[in-house]
């Protein structure tokens, strides 16, 4: 099998990062069994399986993964067939995917953990375990082990794609299967062999290869007596429980909340009796996968299984783990109980200083003991599980799709004028900060700003979407705001209006009423800017791969949008990138792309500029031109000066710092006889970086090295830009993926050739975007010191509303 590095995702616009594989055995997930004969002549089972092992300690997070199947024989022209996975496989536990049924009779699988459609053949074939959910391509053995998504490969029967040789004794009534410890060679025929199909699911229902019913793999309990060992006990004073990877018999608790849908489901218990110790939890969550609990809320019981540290997103995820019991029996001893009660969270109540500092040398504070008084991390995970509750919060992080919505627990922390909680420096991660969800399927639905009134109460769960969160059984009713879309201010007509915007993936496989919104945008919220430089335009056909790139119907629809709003006939300039060699939505080819009014500013046209070719400054001699009639033809200025090689161009776009990523645009406009140059960018995405949550403190920002190269080569091509003419006027501008205290920043500006504008505001309006329920910046417009007293705005229309035509805010400077 592959062994993977795993990317890690947070923050800004995401992108999933490559993978490094390694021929190395897993020592986690796994294709534990595979059969192909469901339905066959002969056959027990009228489905085909694939069943997934875990031999790892800790859950095994599947969100993102699918399971692929290649015909035993592939030709030129085959294809990987998909099913999606969701959920987690258990530690030490299996799960169990349904795949096509057969023409004959036989018995149902278990409940599967999930299902699809591939009809699999009984002798030969192989099938993959991918981080991914894109049909492979790779066809022969040597490409398929080498390629960076692949987690684990099986090739049965006569299959050429197989790692070693491929395993042997699959059948109508055979499959080809793992032993119990799930051990991995790396070589097919020595990890499988021929047996009886034993289907086992996430919550250990299943047969056992001799057949019959093997409900559990955990003993029932024989008694109504508790056992020795209570829920502190087994969450103990640490991240990390004492007895994970244990069995544990007959731990009482009351039932507290359900989680009933999806594949990770099951019940939190809470023990009414306490100790002493702030630092040990009295909860935990009981996972029974794609079973629904059986149990319900005021239930006193006693529960067994097996205890297992769950790591949301993966272990390489960086992410703190959740101590659950698994593959769980449970006992109800009585029904209707009071619950325990609810710890209300004040301003007071969680520490100001967020994470304790790690002693290990790779950052890992998981050993530390919990200091729950000290660090808000620490006192977070002391009542992990645990019901708490919070009364009259403020909404800093709008609700989303799902119904999450970002609270403050301390309304006066680092506010912004608007109601949000300002991130203004790696220092002050904002502690008060809480993410509300509902168990119950009940959803809130406000804007930064809103008041979440009376109470809120649930059980406090931990995510890789966000971290700590309070799972409500309880939801507080909204109270807007009062929360209205800013307007900037309209260019007087001496002044050049330049603005940023990411458009969020635009293309024309987006509903029209998306291009209207943000049409709208422009033309009422920017004021109809003279320059709109934009991010994320896909090409013609979205996010279909099919090799297009081009763009023009994306943007001429989108032009035609704004005209229709009532605003200028903007025309467009970009340069199409190569396929799949600019990062984004795979398939999407995104770019960026100036947008200007021609009835207002002229562009130069020089020619030469393609995905490849660099732009450089040159000197350009008088040409007689007349001034103040613009230059769109590449006709001179009338005077000599600087110019661009070709316009539109990019910036060294074979570097390395602009690997699957955005390259700058750069582009040589005129506004009453005045030469401006505009650069426009879309650094590469925090994807990858740890979050604020981490198990590791402080975070490590892996993704800011490739911006800081990107950084390094915009400052380098300004300051050549300006040793030529030391008065050019020069807009760079765009997402930048980070934030204005950042390395990346720093290194943009060096040598004061550029100011970002963000720093000129009042540090409590410093954002344009909201992530986490941190008001934070990500876009910039930075200017040239030749650019006198620009006026600068950031338009708040998007990042604090739950109802967002983008998840950025865009930006407007106005020079005169």
Not at 584 to 605: A, Q, T, Y
Not at 743 to 754: E, F, I, N, R, S
């Amino acid at each position: 099998m592959v062994a993977l590095a795993l990317p890690v995702g947070i923050a800004g616009s995401l992108v999933a990062l490559p993978f490094t594989a390694q021929a190395t055995p897993s020592p986690d997930a796994v294709i534990a069994e595979v059969f192909g004969g469901g339905g066959n002549s002969g056959a027990t089972l009228a489905n085909d399986f694939i069943k997934l092992g875990n031999a790892g300690g800790g859950a095994f997070d599947l969100s993102g993964w699918s399971v692929q199947y290649l015909s035993g024989s592939p030709s030129a022209s085959s294809k990987w067939q998909v099913t999606e996975l969701s959920g987690a496989i258990p530690a030490g536990g299996t799960y169990l995917i349904e795949e096509a049924k057969g023409a004959g009779a036989g018995e149902a699988l278990p409940t599967p953990d999930a299902v699809g459609t591939i009809p699999m053949s009984a002798s030969s074939g192989t099938v993959a375990l991918v981080h991914s959910t894109t049909p492979l391509t790779c066809l022969t053995a040597e490409s398929c082990t080498s390629d960076a998504s692949v987690k684990d490969l099986v090739g049965f029967g006569t299959a050429t794609v197989r790692e070693g040789s491929p395993a042997t004794g699959a059948g109508n009534t055979t499959s080809v299967s793992r032993n119990a410890a799930f051990a991995d060679t790396d070589d097919n025929s020595v990890d499988f062999s021929g047996a009886t199909p034993s289907p086992r699911n996430s919550a250990g229902e299943g047969t056992t290869p001799g057949g019959g019913s093997d409900p559990s793999p955990t003993p029932s309990p024989t008694s109504t007596t508790p056992g020795k060992l209570r829920i502190h006990d087994i969450q103990g004073n640490t991240r990390i429980s004492p007895y994970a990877g244990s069995t544990v018999t007959d731990v009482p608790g009351i039932v507290t909340a359900l989680r009933v849908t999806g594949t990770s489901r099951g019940y939190w218990v809470q023990d009414p009796k306490p100790d002493k110790d702030p630092a040990t939890s009295e909860a935990v969550f009981v996972f029974t996968g794609s079973t629904t609990p059986q149990v319900k809320v005021g239930d006193s019981v006693l529960v067994s299984g097996k205890v297992s540290e769950y790591y949301p997103g993966g272990a390489a995820s960086g992410n703190q783990s959740v101590t659950e019991i698994t593959g769980p029996t449970a006992t109800v001893l009585s029904s209707g109980n009071a619950l325990p009660a609810a710890e209300v969270i004040d301003a007071k109540t969680i520490p100001d200083t967020y994470a304790p500092k790690a002693t290990a040398k790779d950052g890992n504070i998981e050993s530390l003991a919990l200091k729950p008084t000290k660090y808000a991390l620490d006192w977070l995970e002391s009542r992990e599980g645990m019901r708490v509750q919070v009364v009259n919060t403020r909404v800093v992080g709008a609700s989303n799709a799902y119904g999450e919505t970002w609270i403050t627990t301390k309304p006066k922390e680092n506010a912004t004028p608007r109601g949000g909680t300002l991130y203004g420096s790696y220092a002050q991660p904002n502690s008060g900060r809480l993410l509300v969800a509902s168990v119950t399927g009940e959803k809130a639905d406000a804007n930064v700003g809103d008041t979440l009134t009376g109470a809120t109460t649930g059980v406090l769960d931990y995510s890789n979407y966000g971290g700590y969160g309070l799972q409500a059984t309880q939801l507080g009713k909204v109270k807007s705001g009062g929360l209205k879309p800013e307007v900037a201010k309209k260019a007087k007509s001496d002044e050049l209006a330049v603005a940023t915007y990411n458009v969020e993936n635009l293309a024309p496989t987006n509903p029209q009423s998306k291009f209207d919104r943000l049409a709208t945008g422009v033309v009422k919220n920017l004021s109809a800017p003279d320059i709109v430089s934009l991010e994320e335009i896909q090409d013609n056909n979205g996010n279909k791969d099919d090799g297009t790139v081009a763009a023009d119907k994306t943007l001429q629809q989108f032009t035609d949008a704004i005209k229709a709003a009532g605003g200028p006939a903007y025309e467009w300039r970009s340069i199409d990138p190569e396929d799949k060699k600019d990062g984004g939505e795979p398939g999407g080819n995104i770019r960026n792309v100036f947008l200007f009014n021609p009835k207002r500013v002229s562009f130069v046209d020089r020619p030469g500029g393609d995905a490849t070719t660099a732009t450089k400054v040159v000197q350009a001699p008088a040409t007689g031109g007349k001034p103040g009639k613009g230059n769109e033809k590449g006709k001179g200025n009338g005077k000599g000066g600087i110019t661009l090689s070709n316009s539109p161009g990019r910036i060294n776009p074979t570097s390395s710092a602009w690997l699957n990523s955005r390259k700058p645009l750069v582009g040589e406009f005129t506004f009453q006889g005045q030469q401006v140059f505009v650069i426009g960018n879309h650094f590469n995405s925090k994807g990858g970086d740890q979050s604020l949550h981490s198990r590791f403190q402080p975070p490590v920002l892996s993704s800011e090295t490739q911006r800081l190269a990107q950084a390094k080569e915009v400052n380098s091509f300004v300051t050549g830009l300006l040793k030529q003419d030391a008065k050019a006027k020069v807009v760079v501008l765009g997402d930048l993926n980070d934030y204005q205290f950042s390395k990346p920043l720093a290194a943009l500006t060096q040598g004061k050739v550029l100011t970002d504008l963000i720093n000129t505001l009042p540090k409590n309006e410093r954002y344009s975007y909201v992530y986490d329920g941190n008001s934070q910046t990500l876009d910039h417009i930075l200017v040239s010191p030749a650019v006198k007293k620009p006026a600068y705005e950031v338009v708040h229309i998007n990042a604090e509303f739950a109802d967002q035509a983008s998840d950025h805010d865009p930006q407007v400077v106005r020079i005169r």
